[in-house]
């Protein structure tokens, strides 16, 4: 009995060894998918600590939810958790403001992979972590003091939503299509010179 036992121990020493010898050498390889996020989110908090810098006056918010009138949220809501994949394209501030506000839902998973290019972002997230981002953004456009915050969330709500939107007017469930793109890039139409 005590011969076995030495051997249960062994392994149970030697295979937890093997696990923490793979994971340093995964994070070795692969590094840390957050770090560049948890940098980002640093220097975005220490540029709002900055001497000279003045606080925005807080204004009154509203109560009431951004939801147009009429429309049920959880409809929205469900077809959000639908979404099995979905790209989000926007600059990385952006991403860094989405991921600030929506990452303290317990359904917003930071993906692994943040694809850049130039300042732009490219993330692919689950349906769960679209219906995080929504509810945190309608709350944050809704009881954020400072008015900046609460206009950038509530143009990121009105984009998530009117995508989300879009599928429940005409849904497709094959698997034959490409991933929901919800794209954060708002430019003027160019005008062409036709004289």
């Known amino acids: 009995m005590n011969a076995q036992q030495h051997v249960i121990d062994q ?95 317990r359904h917003f998973h930071v993906p692994g992979a943040v694809d850049e290019d130039d300042g732009f972002v490219t993330v692919c997230v689950s349906g769960p972590s679209i219906v995080a981002a929504i509810t945190s953004l309608d709350r944050v456009s809704r009881t954020e003091p400072d008015p900046v915050t609460r206009a950038i969330a509530g143009h990121l709500h009105q984009r998530f939503t009117e995508t989300v939107d879009e599928i429940i007017r005409d849904p497709h469930r094959d698997g034959d299509v490409e991933h929901v793109e919800i794209v954060i890039d708002d430019r003027a139409n160019r005008v062409d010179d036709e004289h």
Do not use: C, Y
């Not at 696990?19 to 340093?24: E, K, L, R």
């Not at 989110?41 to 918010?61: C, D, F, H, I, Y």
């Open 11 to 105: 392994a149970r020493q030697d295979a937890s060894t093997t696990i923490t010898h793979g994971f340093a050498e995964i994070r070795r390889t692969v590094g840390d998918p957050l770090a560049d996020i948890r940098h980002e989110l640093a220097t975005v908090k220490n540029s709002m600590s900055e001497p000279g810098r003045q606080p925005a006056q807080p204004t009154p918010v509203q109560a009431a939810s951004s939801q147009p009138e009429g429309k049920d949220p959880s409809k929205l809501l469900k077809a959000a958790a639908g979404i099995s994949a979905a790209e989000l394209q926007m600059h990385r501030d952006t991403w860094a403001f989405l991921v600030e506000h929506a990452a303290g839902d």
